[in-house]
């Protein structure tokens, strides 16, 4: 099982590009970051993270991921890169295709697509959509940058997305497009992964909810004609846990990523120390 670092970059954290190097230098497959373009004042929406409710003060501070990311890719040559995961009803798919072509096409192919549909509705409807429309809409942008992703000229006409035909370049290295791997643990989400995603990234699971849906996925993918072992399975931001890990990966997690504190520097370039000493021995 491959394992990946997750941590929430921000202005008071390690650069990327630093914590990028040692991830890449100790050996672990890969690195993710999350996004929150804006937390509005006053939420009323809970955090889902805790019994409080209250969002953490990283929650408001992260940085673009793709930016982060890109930065990233400037110093590194095998870690894949990874959003973790990026709130596509929070974006435009037009301009969000180009940059994850852009991305996949200067780090030469070692983006990763995680992808979600959001807890705060606050949030999502500040980008203008509602939402009780943000799973259609995520689907509907997906299928939209799968065209643009792969064809000379593409055009899209949803619900939600329509555009006529137009071109975009780059087209991304990674053929036939980045992996897009699904987050979450909603009723459907089997049916989600195997309809139009090449993976799955459920975070807060134990490894018992974690074999049961890899199972029905497995048994959609069958009934679909695809083959289960191309879908991927990513357990989300699990502890440094040999023993935790393994259990994940008896259930069968293809890949763990273990959340790193948002640490200044020495801090954090010693947790991946201790990261590394347990789960990469």
Request: net charge negative.
């Amino acid at each position: 099982m491959d394992i990946g670092i997750a941590m929430f970059v921000t202005q008071s954290s390690i650069d990327i590009a630093e914590l990028a190097q040692a991830c890449e230098g100790h050996g672990f497959e890969s690195l993710w970051v999350p996004e929150h373009p804006a937390i509005p004042a006053g939420p009323k929406t809970a955090w889902p993270g805790s019994p409080d409710g209250v969002i953490p003060q990283m929650y408001y501070e992260c940085v673009d991921p793709f930016v982060a990311l890109g930065r990233a890719s400037s110093v590194t040559t095998t870690l894949k890169l990874g959003t973790g995961i990026c709130l596509v009803p929070e974006r435009n798919p037009i301009l969000l295709a180009k940059e994850i072509a852009t991305l996949d096409y200067f780090s030469g192919g070692r983006f990763l697509f995680g992808i979600g549909t959001g807890w705060l509705r606050e949030e999502t409807e500040l980008f203008g959509v509602e939402f009780s429309q943000r799973i259609g809409y995520t689907r509907e942008s997906i299928q939209a940058m799968k065209e643009l992703w792969t064809k000379e000229t593409a055009e899209f006409h949803g619900k939600h997305i329509d555009f006529p035909p137009i071109y975009s370049s780059p087209k991304p290295v990674q053929k036939p497009h980045p992996p897009v791997l699904i987050g979450g643990t909603a009723p459907n989400v089997a049916r989600r992964v195997v309809s139009w995603g090449d993976g799955w990234m459920p975070n807060r699971i134990t490894p018992e909810q974690l074999k049961e849906t890899r199972e029905e996925i497995v048994r959609l993918a069958l009934e679909a004609g695809r083959d289960p072992h191309t879908i991927e399975v990513s357990v989300f931001g699990q502890p440094a846990d040999p023993e935790i890990l393994k259990a994940y990966e008896d259930a069968g997690a293809t890949r763990a990523m273990v959340f790193a504190e948002s640490a200044p520097r020495d801090d954090a370039l010693r947790q991946l120390d201790d990261y590394a000493r347990r789960l990469l021995a």
